[in-house]
């Protein structure tokens, strides 16, 4: 689905159904160097079961057009824009790492637009290691391999896809490769400016759900949990032995999580 969205062209998945503003909406938030087929599966199920569904392309990332936008600020009021866009009212937000930042930014500053949250893979705080920060900027290869390597645990280091014939650590390789030139430095900087995390968990009103992996290298387990209290509603499912790429690496328990979630409402 194309959209306008402040005068850029948008793209969103809508999961194999035609998006209905009538019917409650749901926006699926990528992370860093991404695109919404991380969504691939989780998007067709919610669309067939009840959601209207966007899995949205950031700016500049995959299908939509523009820049890339350098903070998770902007990107949560891009957000609102884009409901404005397909003319919705209230939708329900979720979101992984980066994308899970922008969608708690998101709630805590629109709360009048955010039914509930799921994140996922997040944290108060998501600092980037210098070196990566500057390889990413160069485009030097080596950050995607970064990344991808630390970003999935030990299910994807031996295959580990759930999909038959697909395996984790070459297919995130190969989704991050597609992202333009500078995408991944922008995305990554914007993570490691946030820090409202707390102030904006603080300031949540509607329902949030902390889907976390409990072999999340990047975003530590515990720290998802520590941000989760702060959420005046706040549910924690841990999914044990799974990586930081949680819809991806445990793409049936994160379906689950997010169609209860969001059925309950």
């Known amino acids: ?59 500049g990332h995959g299908r939509s057009g523009g820049a890339p936008l350098p903070s998770i600020d902007e990107l949560a009021d891009w957000i609102v824009a884009l409901l404005d866009a397909v003319g919705v009212a209230k939708a329900a937000l979720a979101g992984h790492s980066m994308g899970a930042l922008v969608a708690l930014e998101a709630a805590a500053r629109h709360e009048n ?52 014939g697909l395996s984790l650590l070459p297919g995130g390789r190969r989704l991050m490769q597609r992202a333009r030139p500078g995408v991944l430095g922008v995305d990554l900087g914007a993570c490691n400016a946030y820090v409202r995390g707390a102030e904006a968990a603080a300031a949540v009103s509607c329902p949030a759900l902390f889907l976390l992996g409990g072999a999340d290298r990047m975003t530590p387990a515990k720290s998802g949990k520590a941000l989760s209290a702060k959420v005046r ?17 445990a793409p049936d328990a994160t379906t689950d999580a997010i169609a209860a979630q969001f059925s309950a409402r």
């Open 233 to 249: 509603h706040s549910e924690v499912i841990m999914l044990s032995g799974i990586g930081h790429m949680v819809m991806t690496e």
């Open 1 to 59: 689905m194309d959209l306008t969205v402040n005068g850029q062209t948008v793209y969103a998945h809508t999961g194999g159904r035609p998006f209905d503003p009538a019917r409650p909406a749901l926006v699926l938030i990528h992370g860093a160097g991404m695109d919404h087929t991380v969504w691939s599966l989780q998007s067709r199920y919610l669309a067939h079961h009840g959601r209207s569904v966007l899995a949205v392309d950031l700016p």
């Open 113 to 164: 637009r955010v039914e509930s949250l799921a994140l996922l893979g997040v944290a108060e705080t998501m600092p980037v290691h210098p070196d990566l920060l500057a390889a990413a900027a160069l485009n030097d290869p080596s950050a995607i391999e970064l990344v991808i390597g630390w970003g999935h645990g030990p299910r994807g280091h031996v295959g580990g896809a759930a999909a038959p």
